[in-house]
């Protein structure tokens, strides 16, 4: 469809690739996603995760360092010395580690809690992706007359209290009941992202839109990794230290699948806690963005 249907709207330049900025690019931000995402079988203490993490960091720092060298960059960083982008994109990368780091541990709490299928799971989740498509257009519509500040209040406040619902879930909680929150969510989810990813590029000139979407695609991908193996690991690690010692499984198996069971949804209430604390960071950042929407920064 796009080869038929999307036209040139700017000027296509023909710039050439620096071929160090992509082997330094791909192995820093490949080798920082491995790390997080294999966090959570490894564990915090292993010195593993801090020898990628560390190398990474390292390629990652060598790749910006080249940006500002080079006469025409690859990835143009010095728009992030516009406060509101750099804001907006912060805020945007909050928002992605409530959606995707609670897509993964919500998944999981409905088929290892609830007991349902992995196709069930995902239909339950299914409401929620209709509601921030739904929610995305009519957020893209009224943004600027409300503002990329009161939508982002809302939408976040929606999110906060969506995840402190999810704190009260346990293995009776209705099929409706959990699909309705996690709809609530994302509705949040939707006045968020839109209206917060708007205001952030309206700061930059046309020239630079380009670099400032490859820079908010980036971070919330890094955001959105690193924020579900931080909440797998905070899940596996709470749900570890509740379990029974093994003698009841022997001596009481009926008392030790109920321990059991109550030691997952503790793991889980906390990841789902954990991701709340994110969204209320997420709240205090949108008090800062300026009630303009169309001023530029350059």
Not at 42 to 59: A, D, Q, R, T
Request: with cysteine.
């Amino acid at each position: 469809m796009a080869l038929f249907s999307v036209r040139d709207v700017l000027e296509n330049t023909h710039p050439s690739l620096d071929i160090v900025s992509i082997i330094e690019s791909s192995a820093g931000f490949g080798l920082l996603l491995y790390a997080f995402t294999e966090v959570a079988t490894w564990g915090w203490e292993n010195s593993k995760f801090y020898v990628y993490l560390v190398i990474s960091l390292i390629l990652i720092y060598l790749f910006g360092w080249r940006q500002f060298k080079l006469d025409k960059p690859v990835l143009d960083l010095s728009i992030l010395k516009s406060g509101r982008f750099l804001l907006t994109t912060i805020i945007v990368a909050i928002n992605y580690i409530a959606m995707v780091g609670i897509e993964m541990v919500f998944t999981l709490y409905i088929q290892t809690i609830i007991g349902e299928s992995a196709f069930h799971a995902g239909l339950l989740l299914f409401p929620g992706a209709i509601a921030v498509a739904i929610t995305s257009m009519i957020s893209g519509r009224t943004f600027d007359k409300v503002g990329a500040k009161g939508m982002g209040l809302a939408g976040f406040i929606l999110i906060i209290l969506g995840g402190l619902s999810m704190t009260k879930l346990d293995s009776s909680s209705s099929l409706i009941y959990i699909m309705a929150i996690y709809a609530v969510r994302m509705i949040g989810i939707g006045l968020v992202l839109m209206p917060i990813t708007t205001a952030g590029m309206n700061s930059l000139t046309i020239d630079k839109m380009s670099h400032g979407t490859s820079i908010n695609n980036t971070f919330r991908q890094v955001a959105g990794s690193i924020g579900t193996a931080v909440l797998m690991s905070i899940l596996t690690n709470e749900t570890k230290s509740n379990m029974p010692v093994k003698h009841v499984l022997t001596r009481t198996p009926l008392l030790y699948k109920r321990l059991a069971e109550t030691a997952e949804l503790k793991g889980y209430h906390l990841a789902f806690l954990f991701c709340v604390f994110f969204c209320v960071v997420g709240v205090a950042l949108v008090l800062f963005l300026p009630n303009d929407n169309s001023v530029k920064e350059g």
